[in-house]
Each structure stands twice: as structure tokens, then as C-alpha cells.
């Protein structure tokens, strides 16, 4: 089975071959200030319960950023999580309306560097899923 997701002007194409449930794999990426590196890996050696506890209330799963100096000198962090709801954008909002969820992005965006070709209205930039082994 294919499904096409399209959420914030974003396409992703996830293959669902014999899963009892939906699991829709994202994966994303930004730079990260290279002065706030010990900084930002103590803040997530360390997450805020409730912030992890809103992320699974959003039904993420399999969350895990990794970080990598690329040759060009800068740092970048990479996101990868697994959806397993029904309503995307639904659970999105909900996250994005936590307070406390709110404290901790206010927190960590001052870390990270967007890319300014990210579309509108997203903080990390998609990235496509060209292969997954089941």
C-alpha cells in the first residue's frame, strides 16, 4: 500500500507494506551553533519529562536526533522519528500548543540554524526517504 502524506507543503511518499498499524517515518534536518554543541547535547542528555511525555502523547515513536561536522566545518543535527496516529496535523497542534513543549523549542531554537530554503512555516527541513529496509 502507498500513502501520500502532504503536511506544511511537504511531500513524502511512505510505503506500508504488511504493518498493523501506520507507521509514517520522517526524517529532517538544520545546523546547530558550533559554541552551543555541549550545551545542546547536556539539554537532550537530560530532556525535560514533559516534553517527552507530550511527544509520545503525539504518537511519535523511535525519536533520535544524530549530529555530524560535514566538510564544509559546520555542524548538523538530523531527526528521525516515527508517526503511528491518524491525524498528523492534529498532533502537530497539540504539541505546538503545550506550554511546556513551547519553553523547550524557545530553548533549542536558539541553538540550531534553519536552512533558509525549509518550507514555510518549519523550523527543520524535510528530508525525503529514498530507502527503508523492513
Known sequence: MKKILIFAGSIFVVMLAGCAQNVHRYG???GVKEDMLEKYKELHANPWPLVNKQIKESNIQN???YLSQFPDGRYYLFSYFEYTGDDFKADMAK????PTTQKWWKETDTYQIPFEDRPAGQWWKPMEEVY???
Open 95 to 98: 504539541m505546538a500548543a503545550d
Open 63 to 65: 525519536f533520535s536526533i
Open 132 to 134: 527503508h529496509l523492513d
Open 28 to 30: 529532517s534536518v538544520i
